[in-house]
């Protein structure tokens, strides 16, 4: 019989490949493998998002999330100018467009003090010192905010791990699995992996693999799809960095935003329309299972019911370029209908619990021999390198069952 790896990392996605660059370097000696579904890394969420290295204004102190990105953005800039991978840090304005978001502007500034962010309140000479276009009553001015392609930190990752001799087995779809005391085997079309322990970062399918190696999840996956719209080259000039609103704290996203990518262009997004399948991208894309195993949830028919208003209007303003363009002239009034250009969209991977919760923190869920990555929310990209501090515990020789929390206490720092 094959000797089994060490590890096998399922999810091509940058949360699987940091994960796996973590494991390599915190013990040399492991075998391990990438398995990812598609022809290339990156091909999902990790190659279709902002850009946006965050600073971790927005998170709750003492959170996983608030810790993990504040530690982690600087540990990115670090990574990316050692590997010549361009990056910006133009900085940030989270704009309150009237009094009537002051308070919820004064909790955002709470919360990125507590968390060791640098920012500068200000007023409506200082936003436009910084944004000239951009018009709110007060702001808050992050200047540590950057930007980052990271499709190429996720393929820098891979090739690190390729010169360290592991290997990414690209086009191989984990369809089966075949569970041992000492190992799993993965079954898919290309034939099969054995390792003595599995970690799950297979994103937009990532309980589906779960239920696979399994366990039965307690969070389903729901996906939201995010459509951007590209600033015309003169419009573009409007912005300088990022312009974000200040955003709805009973939903896990940031609000529709403009942001200046590394290669200069500037977006309007991402909105958050509800997709008729994991990896329906496009506003007419459909797959009917995926359709049908989302109704049937009783968690998304409660979030359906609680948040039906804003979801008329997301998906309204994905029909109607001039809605989207009221919208975002609150914070930039010059902006014209057509300054707005298509562009692209992704998909985000919303864990929903069974009573239609929005699970906003990562969620790790451990099992003998396994390690599942059931939910990771922005801001994993940016926090996708470990701590130096962190002790990373991995298993190595024989053993082939993590010590409870081994992989947990760390594993988050790999997710976007």
Known sequence: MTKPLDIAVIGGGIVGLATADALRRARPGLSLTVIEKEPEVAAHQTGRNSGVIHAGLYYAPGSLKARLCTEGAEQLFRYCAERGIPTTR???????????????????????????VAMQRIGPGGIAEIEPHARGVEALHVPATGAVDFGDVARSLAADLSRAGHRIRTGFEVREARRAPDRTRLIGPPGDVTARVVVNCAGLHVDRVMRILGQEPDLKVLPFRGEYWGLSETAADLVRGHIYPVPDPRLPHLGVHFTRNVAGRVELGPNAVWAWG???YGRLSARLPDA???????GFRRLAQAHWRTAIEEQWRSLDRRSAVRKARAMLPELGVRDLETWRSGIRAQAVDVDGGLIHDFVIREATGVVNVLNAPSPAATAC????????????????????????????????
């Open 90 to 116: 133009t900085g940030k304005i989270v704009v309150a467009i009237s009094r009537d978001q002051l308070a919820a502007l004064a909790e955002l500034e709470r919360r990125g003090t507590a968390n060791g």
């Open 278 to 280: 994991r990896e329906a």
């Open 292 to 298: 049908l195993e989302a109704l049937s949830y009783r």
């Open 385 to 416: 390198l470990p701590s130096e501090s962190t002790s990373l515990s991995a298993p190595s020789g024989s053993s082939h069952r993590p010590e409870p929390g081994a992989l947990t206490s760390q594993e988050p720092q790999s997710n976007r």
